[in-house]
């Protein structure tokens, strides 16, 4: 069985409400069953963060897969304080590894658009500052992501998450050394620009992720999603670039690990 990592999912109690996190270790021992051997769970705000870094100090034994956070501010929840996230890096906790999820939004415009700006821009100076991974959500918001990070400078290891873009995109993307991650979309029947963009992110640049408890991989779509999908998103991946599973799960777990420090 190859062995995969989720590079990005929300296993807090926001979104698994289970006492004392009860079904978030449920998951992530379903996760290490299916042949996943490293999770990133990542925040959205400053309750999820203190979550997913809590979770990821709490290794409880050998039949989990190896747990490490990222903490941020997403971009629905505009612009706030972020003294608390400054906070938490400044502990130093080495669970802690990146910056995120934050960016730009404009399709559903829960902020506004410069409040928006003004939180990922603070947020990529956090992670230059602490030398931590960032990752960033975007959606239709493409002209103002890359005159950001133009101004902001890219940090070395930077992720965009669950890509919905297209194949010009991605090789913005990567042409700045930005890494890639696709989701359960891709297995989705209206999915081809997405499919094309897959097959064109180089392997080095590419990462796998559910985006739990989002995104359910077909044929689970619909249906709540957990990070022992993830080997399905990686088959569909693999398959679309026609290379095999244990080819793809190596290049990406090892992209996860330089990443996320695994």
């Given at each position: 069985?190859?062995?995969?990592?989720?590079?990005?999912?929300?296993?807090?109690?926001?979104?698994?409400?289970?006492?004392?996190?009860?079904?978030?270790?449920?998951?992530?021992?379903?996760?290490?069953?299916?042949?996943?051997?490293?999770?990133?769970?990542?925040?959205?705000?400053?309750?999820?963060?203190?979550?997913?870094?809590?979770l990821a100090a709490d290794q409880r034994g050998d039949d989990l897969p190896t747990l490490r956070?990222?903490?941020?501010?997403?971009?629905?929840?505009?612009?706030?304080?972020?003294?608390?996230?400054?906070?938490?890096?400044?502990?130093?906790?080495?669970?802690?590894?990146?910056?995120?999820?934050?960016?730009?939004?404009?399709?559903?415009?829960?902020?506004?658009?410069?409040?928006?700006?003004?939180?990922?821009?603070?947020?990529?100076?956090?992670?230059h500052e602490h030398d931590l991974a960032l990752v960033i959500h975007a959606r239709d918001a493409?002209?103002?992501?890359?005159?950001?990070?133009?101004?902001?400078?890219?940090?070395?290891?930077?992720?965009?998450?669950?890509?919905?873009?297209?194949?010009?995109?991605?090789?913005?993307?990567?042409?700045?050394?930005?890494?890639?991650?696709?989701?359960?979309?891709?297995?989705?029947?209206?999915?081809?620009?997405?499919?094309?963009?897959?097959?064109?992110?180089?392997?080095?640049?590419?990462?796998?992720?559910?985006?739990?408890?989002?995104?359910?991989?077909?044929?689970?779509?619909?249906?709540?999603?957990?990070?022992?999908?993830?080997?399905?998103?990686?088959?569909?991946?693999?398959?679309?670039?026609?290379?095999?599973?244990?080819?793809?799960?190596?290049?990406?777990?090892?992209?996860?690990?330089?990443?996320?420090?695994?």
């Amino acid at each position: 069985m190859s062995t995969w990592v989720d590079s990005h999912c929300h296993l807090q109690e926001r979104y698994l409400p289970g006492e004392d996190g009860a079904d978030a270790l449920e998951a992530l021992r379903r996760a290490r069953a299916a042949g996943v051997e490293a999770v990133v769970c990542v925040g959205t705000d400053e309750a999820t963060s203190r979550q997913a870094v809590a979770l990821a100090a709490d290794q409880r034994g050998d039949d989990l897969p190896t747990l490490r956070a990222v903490v941020g501010l997403h971009p629905h929840e505009g612009y706030e304080d972020l003294r608390w996230l400054a906070s938490i890096l400044d502990d130093g906790d080495p669970a802690v590894v990146g910056v995120g999820e934050c960016g730009l939004d404009y399709h559903y415009d829960n902020a506004p658009r410069e409040a928006q700006r003004r939180s990922f821009a603070e947020q990529i100076a956090m992670a230059h500052e602490h030398d931590l991974a960032l990752v960033i959500h975007a959606r239709d918001a493409w002209d103002d992501l890359f005159d950001v990070l133009a101004c902001e400078g890219v940090p070395t290891e930077t992720v965009l998450h669950c890509f919905t873009g297209g194949p010009s995109e991605a090789a913005r993307l990567v042409s700045l050394g930005i890494t890639v991650s696709f989701s359960g979309i891709v297995t989705f029947k209206n999915a081809d620009d997405l499919r094309a963009s897959v097959a064109e992110v180089p392997l080095e640049r590419l990462l796998i992720e559910t985006d739990s408890p989002f995104l359910a991989p077909v044929p689970h779509r619909g249906q709540p999603n957990e990070p022992a999908l993830v080997p399905l998103v990686g088959a569909a991946i693999a398959a679309v670039r026609d290379q095999s599973d244990d080819l793809v799960a190596t290049a990406t777990s090892a992209n996860a690990a330089r990443i996320f420090r695994l």
